[in-house]
Structure formats: structure tokens, C-alpha cells
């Protein structure tokens, strides 16, 4: 039987698997986009209390977890993988 350690051992495993099957952006873009989501963050930080604020916001975060994944959901859409490319 297995132990509780075991299985969140197991569990993280497969998670990185399918984060690693599912990457595709290149570590180019995926430091781009690191940066942009930093710089976009701080200036919606500035300008919280408006549409505006909160727009970058949203951006800041998409561009951050493209960033740490390597997964953007509208190169899928369109079939495109710059992980290949690099």
C-alpha cells in the first residue's frame, strides 16, 4: 500500500509530465514574456484602481504563466509551437 509521501511523489511526477507534453513556447519567448509580465505588473500596480489597472493585470498574469509553464493557450489555437524552433 502506499503512503501518503508516495503518492504526492507520483502525483508531481505526472504533473510534470503533462506540463512538459503540453510546453509550446521557447525559452526565448518564455523570458520575454517573464520580463513583460514583470514591467506590465509594476505599471498596473501604479494604476490599480482603474479599468486600466486592472486590464494590465490580467495581461501581467496570462504573461506570467506563460512564462512559467511554457504553455500559451493561443499558440495552440492556431497550431503553433515555437518550442520546436528553438
Same mark, same amino acid.
Given at each position: 500500500?502506499? %503512503? !501518503? =509521501?508516495d503518492k504526492i511523489k $507520483?502525483? !508531481? $511526477?505526472q504533473a510534470v509530465e503533462v506540463v512538459a %507534453? %503540453?510546453?509550446n513556447v521557447g525559452t526565448t519567448e518564455r523570458i520575454i514574456s517573464g520580463i513583460a509580465a514583470v514591467a506590465l505588473g509594476a505599471y498596473a500596480v501604479q494604476k490599480k484602481n482603474t &479599468? &486600466?489597472?486592472? @486590464?494590465?493585470t490580467a495581461v501581467s498574469?496570462?504573461?506570467?504563466? /506563460?512564462? =512559467?509553464?511554457?504553455?500559451?493557450p493561443l499558440n495552440k489555437a492556431? @497550431? /503553433?509551437n515555437s518550442l520546436l524552433a528553438t
Open positions: 500500500m502506499q %503512503n !501518503a =509521501t $507520483e502525483g !508531481a $511526477e %507534453n %503540453n510546453q &479599468l &486600466l489597472g486592472k @486590464g494590465l498574469g496570462f504573461l506570467l504563466t /506563460r512564462a =512559467t509553464t511554457g504553455f500559451c492556431i @497550431g /503553433r
